[in-house]
């Protein structure tokens, strides 16, 4: 299976220069995707028969790279299962783009990168040695990168670029650093010898913060996700598609490799770090998505809270397996892979349906669009499963992962730590508040593009996308509903990747009654799935038949009633800012110092009433400006070394010359 | 002690944590004084339960003080004092109530660690019954703390007092002399506080303490 | 044999807790009025109403979409569900492992989250009012209700409604602080949830008031029928989720035979009996909050739910 897989990367890898000779030719664009979509396509049934059928690990050395070392490649089962998560993105993102791809007005700045994008984040995952990892964890930035800048004469895009470069580079700066504390002085660099060599308590400790630091600004944990919403939204929506929901996921392989299987056994108060971290990002990340109100701002803001979901369930699997709790580690660890599996759905699906409104309408803003569901029925209809999906409703999938991290939540009274038994409920409270503020969120979201009437031109002259992108979508919605319904299958095929790094994995749930699911015990608690759904539905139909039969069934259209104040201008309708207005108010005035001003003109005046909102990323202005404005003075004053004269600069040599001498005199 | 009598004691205790909470929930001192009461008749209950469940008979009589004097003549007394002074309309809080709320879970949180990690060894019932009484007295520290109006420190300075006697009841003994001589103390410093109250007033028109500050010579 | 009364009993219940939805919303309505020397309308007025405007005509706005005209019975399948599941005279019901106590809760949430698109449909303001006033509440009132769903199933091993009321109905249950708080918290959010005062006055239409009914201002006919008998739905439910697990005296267990289910029935009536005057004496009593003061009461009754989970997790005899 690693062969083919690494075949497919080594297709994608030559595919890239094609690219580069073939960009201007009308056909390059549906020739990359196409061949993108194959190879991916390929890949993730290689990588899926090898984690359902629990297959032992694989092992490939090639004599490429650093030449004592070679470059190690394994593939097992945690890196089968991201393999199938990465190339089920990219596969229906390469079907998205076939349609989408028409569209692009730079095709040579795109082209070339996406399928290199697509390898190297493959090769990470099969990567077994640091310095493979690291390379195509760098690859991986540098080609997205390459992506996000290809629009660059839009200035925020280049602000977007920039930012992405030294956080991107910051954090491979800290996995290096990890790395080199992993290898030890002997420079055991294969993860193998890695494994092999069980780190003492206080390198574990600094693995675990570095890795914090470096998988989880790539992942956009809070305070390291500042690149996220400028970078995602400014790449075309396809690549936004795979940045957000499947390289975040690379990240948290990155993470889960380092900690879970390469630092040794974990600490009790490792997991305090974690929860802490993911309890604010989850709660902060969905605070900021409510304040936009550009698309997708809006959804890269929501991969910050859904990264928080996962490392809350990853906290929690650290934290009962430092107590030596393993069923209650193996649910905790499930949940989090399961919700890695969901949201790289519903975010595909829902990035997918804001690059079909993207072109059809040319905007990107939400208070310039409304009413699409009468003009995009289809998008609207799949779209409307994602947002279902992603505000944690049953019947579909976003559900089943939250519902397992409750569940796991439920079990950590056992834990004996203090700090844990404070945090953890602090964290099931801010979990809970971060899933109700997203279904607002993305009623927000929904209701004011899709419903309501079109506020601008644009709106009202949109049309359905082309069949590509709507097949796309449709992939992804229905794989939503799949796995809501049967969400056993699901789990059952990740306890490989459980048993592989916790030791113990969750009951089988293949062959529990009526398909439901049973984390722990039936007498404690137990979800179906199917039956929900089923039951929804004959509810539905028959109160529909009820009323067809009882009720009368005459229909009239007429202009909306509104309380007898009907207004025909479509700007009288609510905006986003209006109906984010009361969350801001509870909440914005704390966490974002929002203020609110209305300037009234004076009767008789007849210019319009003016709301100005006021915002502030205090996340930010706390850290990061601080810290640019600091390097920037300090990049002033070393600036006046380039200005010197020549006897000064000699000086320069003749001084540090002076000191060496000294250092060695002293020293030896 | 059996399993009713635990239950019974720990539920009274929690209760009296509850209307903390709702103390620190009001805006209205009218409101105020109405919780306050029910903060009294609670502990009451408490006191007299536990000289039940103790079987000492001097707490009946800590019991029934608490109901005569802090459950219906000090808020019915302070009642007419607002009433007179006009002020019975609104609280000027100096922060919110979810922020006062938050730091109320806090300090629950903080007492619990605290009593529970350091009385390891002794009786269970004691160990949870001292960890609720401290909440009661943080609890009503923070509402001294929050609140610009005298008569509202007052009577956070009261649910003190009443989270302090808590402690002393379940603490097995708190003998008659200390309760009366307690109880004294309380109704002088509460003469007192009323008559401060009206010179204070008839001073300068107001009692909200920050103005006050303006008088005392130091300008911030 | 076993297996059809089973299915027997569950549609039992269903059918139950639907016939008896309306009858709950009138009684509670006159007792309010009788509490305020009215003679209010008949007990049986809200059969009236859904009868009449299921007769009428539907009147759909212009820019209303095919979303607005399914909505109605998405929101009445999912509160149907969830209201079946709540164990109301008899705990084990066929059905009942199949969504516990957070399922039913996120039941609700679906519910909830239609409705709030439907309001935002047509394109006026009204509709924009209600939703964001809406989801402004359940961005608290879910949170607390998932704390105390968490209190609860701490102190009774499991997340299982019917497991709940089994273990709250047995005498293994003392009476623990952390039930006390739930309780108090529950009562909250159960308030918030339905729209009754002081949180949302379900009889006004003035849009400085109207949260539910801002939601559904452009409902007409069968639609609005439909989403009444959801409303009435969503308050019984609340009301029996506290009967079966404040109160359990009454219900039957799994194995009981058909004549003490009988028994169970009176029971069940006469905890809504109660619980219908003490919630109308509540409304009549209470004046309604200020929009963003109902989001400082239901901070507390997070922070309720909150600390009864905090306790719970500290020591086990809270």
Redesign the interface.
């Known amino acids: 299976m690693l062969t083919i897989v690494l075949l497919c990367a080594a297709v994608l890898l030559v595919l890239a220069p094609l690219a580069v000779a073939l960009a201007h030719r009308a056909a390059a664009t549906q020739f990359v995707y196409g061949v993108s979509m194959i190879a991916t396509a390929i890949s993730l049934i290689a990588a899926l028969t090898h984690l359902v059928a629990a297959a032992s690990p694989e092992n490939i050395v090639l004599p490429i790279g650093v030449p004592w070392l070679g470059s190690h490649l394994r593939l097992d089962a945690l890196s089968a299962f991201f393999i199938v998560v990465i190339d089920l993105g990219a596969m229906t993102a390469s079907l998205f783009a076939l349609g989408y791809g028409r569209h692009e007005t730079a095709p040579e700045r795109v082209l070339p990168f996406y399928p290199a994008f697509l390898a190297a984040m493959t090769l990470v995952l099969v990567a077994d040695d640091a310095f493979t990892f690291l390379l195509s964890w760098e690859f991986m930035s540098l080609t997205s990168w390459a992506m996000v800048m290809s629009h660059h004469r839009v200035p925020e895009n280049v602000r977007a670029g920039y930012v992405y470069l030294v956080m991107a580079s910051f954090g491979t700066l800290a996995l290096l650093l990890a790395f080199g504390l992993l290898a030890g002085p002997d420079g055991l660099y294969t993860f193998a010898q890695m494994r092999a060599a069980h780190p003492s308590a206080v390198l574990g400790a600094l693995a675990l913060v570095l890795a914090l630091i470096g998988a989880g600004s790539k992942a956009g944990l809070v305070p390291l996700h500042v690149w996220l919403p400028l970078a995602h939204p400014a790449a075309p929506s396809h690549v936004s598609a795979l940045m957000s929901g499947v390289m975040t996921k690379v990240a948290v392989y990155g993470f889960v490799r380092i900690v879970f299987d390469l630092a040794g056994g974990p600490a009790w108060w490792w997991s305090i770090v974690v929860l802490a971290l993911a309890g604010a990002t989850t709660v902060m990340g969905v605070l900021y998505a409510l304040m936009q109100h550009d698309l997708k701002r809006l959804l890269a803001y929501h991969t910050v809270e859904n990264i928080g979901i996962i490392f809350i369930g990853l906290g929690l699997a650290l934290a009962f397996k430092a107590h030596g709790m393993l069923f209650a580690a193996a649910l905790a660890f499930t949940a989090a892979l399961l919700h890695v599996f969901n949201h790289s759905l519903f975010k595909s699906l829902l990035f997918f349906g804001a690059g079909a409104v993207l072109t059809a309408t040319g905007e990107r803003d939400m208070e310039h669009l409304g009413g699409l569901i009468h003009r995009m029925p289809r998008t609207a209809f799949l779209v409307l499963i994602g947002c279902v999906a992603i505000s944690a409703l049953p019947p579909l999938n976003g559900f089943v992962s939250e519902w397992l991290t409750f569940q796991a939540i439920l079990l950590s009274p056992q834990l004996p730590s203090w700090g844990l038994k404070l945090l953890v409920p602090s964290v099931g409270a801010l979990l809970a508040l971060a899933a109700a503020l997203a279904a607002a969120c993305f009623v927000k979201a929904y209701g004011v593009t899709f419903l309501g009437r079109p506020r601008t031109r644009a709106a009202e002259a949109a049309t359905e996308t082309d069949s590509y992108s709507l097949a796309a979508m449709f992939v992804l919605a229905a794989l939503c509903l799949l796995v809501g319904i049967l969400p056993g299958a699901f789990i059952d095929a990740l306890a490989p990747v459980s048993s592989a790094l916790i030791g113990e994995h969750m009951p089988t749930q293949i062959g529990a009654q009526w398909l439901s699911i049973v984390p722990i015990a039936a007498s404690r608690s137990s979800y179906d799935g199917l039956l929900v759904f089923v039951f929804m539905t004959l509810s539905g139909t028959l109160a529909a038949w009820a009323i067809h039969r009882l009720a009368s069934d005459r229909l009239r259209r007429a202009p909306a009633w509104d309380c007898g104040y009907p207004d025909a201008s479509p700007a009288t309708q609510y905006s986003a800012t209006s109906f984010a207005q009361p969350i801001r108010r509870v909440f914005g005035t704390i966490v974002f110092r929002a203020r609110e001003q209305v300037e009234m003109p004076p009767p008789g005046d007849t210019r319009p009433a003016r709301l100005k909102v006021e915002l502030h990323d205090l996340i930010w202005e706390a850290i990061y400006a601080p810290i640019a404005a600091g390097t920037s003075f300090a990049a002033d004053r070393l600036n006046r070394f380039q200005f010197l004269t020549i006897r000064q600069f000699l000086t320069l040599v003749f001084c540090t010359l002076i000191v060496l001498l000294l250092v060695l005199a002293i020293w030896s | 002690m059996s399993g009713i009598n635990f239950d019974i004691a720990h539920f009274l205790a929690g209760t009296l944590v509850l209307v903390s909470f709702l103390e620190l929930y009001q805006d209205r001192l009218y409101a105020l004084l109405n919780v306050y009461a029910a903060h009294a008749l609670v502990l009451a209950a408490s006191v007299a339960w536990q000289a039940f469940v103790q079987d000492a008979p001097h707490l009946y009589v800590t019991a029934v003080i608490a109901l005569v004097f802090k459950a219906i003549i000090i808020p019915v007394t302070l009642h007419r004092v607002i009433v007179r002074l006009g002020i019975h309309r609104e609280i000027e809080k100096v922060v919110g109530v979810g922020t006062a709320m938050l730091a109320g879970m806090g300090l629950v949180a903080l007492s619990m660690v605290v009593m529970l990690r350091v009385t390891q060894n002794a009786d269970p019932l004691a160990r949870e019954d001292l960890a609720f009484a401290l909440s009661v007295v943080l609890l009503g520290l923070l509402m001294m703390v929050t609140r610009r109006n005298a008569v509202s420190q007052v009577v956070g300075f009261m649910s003190l007092e009443n989270g302090l006697v808590l402690a002393a009841t379940g603490a097995k003994g708190m003998p008659l002399v200390v309760e009366i001589s307690v109880a004294f103390s309380i109704l002088i410093a509460f003469i007192v506080i009323g008559i401060f109250l009206f010179r204070i007033r008839e001073r300068f028109d107001t009692i909200d303490v920050q103005a006050l500050d303006r008088f005392r010579g130091e300008r911030r | 044999m076993v297996l059809i009364s089973n299915f027997a009993i569950q549609g039992a219940q269903m059918l139950l807790v639907l016939l008896l939805a309306p009858l709950f919303t009138g009684y509670v309505r006159k007792v309010k009025a009788r509490l305020l020397r009215r003679q209010g309308p008949p007990l049986f007025q809200p059969y009236r109403d859904l009868a009449r405007l ?14 607005f005209r399914i909505i109605p ?2 929101v ?3 509160i ?2 969830a209201a ?1 599941l709540v164990p109301t005279f008899r705990t084990g019901l066929m ?1 009942s ?4 106590f ?2 039913i809760i ?2 609700l ?2 519910g ?2 239609f409705l ?2 439907a ?11 209600g ?3 809406e ?2 509440i ?6 607390a209700m ?2 105390i769903v ?1 209190s609860l ?2 102190i009774a ?4 409604l019917s ?1 709940m009321a089994a273990f709250m109905a047995s005498s293994a249950v ?5 039930l ?2 739930a309780l ?1 918290a529950l009562m909250m959010v159960a308030i918030a949830e339905n729209g009754r005062i002081p949180i949302d006055n379900p009889a006004t ?1 003035l ?1 400085l008031t109207m949260v539910h009914e801002a939601m559904v ?2 409902y ?3 639609h609005l ?2 989403i009444e008998l959801s409303g009435s739905l969503k308050l019984i439910l609340y009301v029996s989720l506290i009967a079966c697990l404040f109160a359990p005296w009454g219900i039957e267990s799994a194995g009981a035979a058909v004549p003490t289910l009988a028994i169970g029935v009176a029971a069940y009536i006469g905890k809504l009996a109660v619980g219908g005057f003490l919630l109308g004496v509540f409304e009549t009593s209470i004046a309604k909050m200020r ?2 003061r109902v ?2 009461f239901l ?2 009754a ?6 009864a ?10």
Do not use: C, N
């Not at chain 3, 309001?119 to 009012?129: A, H, P």
């Open positions: 299921a007769r009428k005509e539907v009147v759909l706005a212009d820019s209303a979409s095919w979303l019975y998405l009445f399948a999912a149907w569900v079946s059905f492992w199949s969504a516990d957070i399922a996120a039941l949430g679906s909830r989250f709030a698109l309001g935002m449909d047509v394109g006026t303001s009204f509709g924009g009012i939703s964001s006033r989801v402004m359940a961005s608290l009132a879910e949170p998932i704390m968490f199933a701490l091993g499991s997340t299982q497991t003392g009476l623990r602080v952390s006390g708080l108090f239409h849009e201002l452009e007409s006919g069968r029928a439909l929009v963003f989001a400082e901070g507390a997070l922070m309720l739910g909150l600390l989970t905090l306790l719970r997790f500290v020591s086990a005899s809270f």
